[in-house]
T-cell receptor
């Protein structure tokens, strides 16, 4: 248990569906991240929130929409996804200004059919 | 930009030592980390080393840092089947709040 909780753990959705991934941390961290991990590809940073402000968007398609309502919660809203978006989506958090290591959630395994 | 390189696969026999290597390019890296990812799970922080250190030992794990060559290694002594996983090297620092990860090394431990 790392202190970062992601729900759901598994999600199957059709290409016309709308769904959301949730991430929650109770570590008092001020930065949160979304990563995408696909088979045989490097870990891809998608979004970074620092003090609830989005500071990075690594050319992610608009069908992925992040939301950070407070420093403990991070969402990834999904709509009209493609089969190639199937992957493990990982959330992480860290404390900027301190040692800074990132703590990861268990991930959401997303399958787009 | 910053880059972190790792070999993709390592196969060892149970009981032997494993050495996973990593090179990085950002000379201003402050912290260097090793993460472990078991199948279907997230990344778990294993150990870390500050850039002003050259070695850190933690039970079966030994981290070596060669700052001149920007080379980091993780040695696992007496490797067990439960050590089979993907190991990620990551660097952090130089004013960035975003860690840079390597592609991960798949460690396979066979009897």
């Amino acid at each position: 248990e790392t202190g970062v909780t992601q729900t759901p753990r598994h999600l199957v959705m059709g290409m016309t569906n709308k769904k959301s991934l949730k991430c929650e941390q109770h570590l008092g961290h001020n930065a949160m991240y979304w990563y995408k991990q696909s088979a045989k590809k490097p870990l891809e940073l998608m979004f970074v929130y620092n003090f609830k402000e989005q500071t990075e968007n690594n050319s992610v398609p608009s069908r992925f929409s992040p939301e950070c309502p407070n420093s403990s919660h991070l969402f990834l809203h999904l709509h009209t996804l493609q089969p190639e978006d199937s992957a493990l989506y990982l959330c992480a958090s860290s404390q900027q200004g301190a040692q800074g290591e990132a703590f990861f959630g268990q991930g959401t395994r997303l399958t787009v059919v | 930009g910053e880059d972190v390189e790792q070999s993709l696969f390592l196969s060892v026999r149970e009981g032997d030592s494993s050495v996973i290597n990593c090179t990085y390019t950002d000379s201003s890296s402050t912290y260097l980390y090793w993460y472990k990812q078991e199948p279907g799970a997230g990344l778990q922080l294993l150990t870390y080393i500050f850039s002003n250190m050259d070695m850190k030992q933690d039970q079966r794990l030994t981290v070596l840092l060669n700052k001149k060559d920007k080379h980091l290694s993780l040695r696992i002594a007496d490797t067990q089947t439960g050590d089979s996983a993907i190991y990620f090297c990551a660097e952090w620092g130089g004013g960035s709040y975003i860690p840079t990860f390597g592609r991960g090394t798949s460690l396979i431990v066979h009897p």
